[in-house]
């Protein structure tokens, strides 16, 4: 028995992650969901790679989408990262010993802009030995 070979399609990876985290608690889940789709697909799918079409549709019968949806189009594969704006202040606590292994809290300040594929920043850490920014 002769199989039609079958075509790669790239993915619309962020919408496809998107609507896998709203029905799905892993990639796990929805791989097994998917019949015979396996966790590495899914990632790959997920990061806006190539996989087979019929996978594809497995994947967007069990998100209840067309699978046109999932399919990335030129203009899609070529804007991502471009359009981001992302703005932010944390604060991270976490434990580090000094020299003689005693443990102490160090806090981390950071502040970034982040403007399509450029990032500017700064973090500020404080710990016993004083301030330290990077």
Known sequence: MAYAKSESVRVNGDDLRFL??????????FAAACES???????????????????????????????????ATEESANRIGSDLVLTGDWLGL????DRYGQPYVVREDVTFVQDGTRVEGHS???????????
């Open 20 to 29: 896998r985290k709203r029905k799905f608690p892993s990639a796990e889940a």
């Open 37 to 71: 789709v396996s966790v590495p697909t899914i990632y790959r799918a997920e990061r806006g790679g190539p996989i087979l079409k019929p996978y594809l549709g497995r994947m967007a019968r069990k998100l209840e989408v067309k699978t046109e949806r999932l399919i």
């Open 94 to 97: 976490y434990v580090a010993t």
């Open 124 to 134: 500020e850490f404080e710990t016993r030995e004083g301030k330290m920014r990077d």
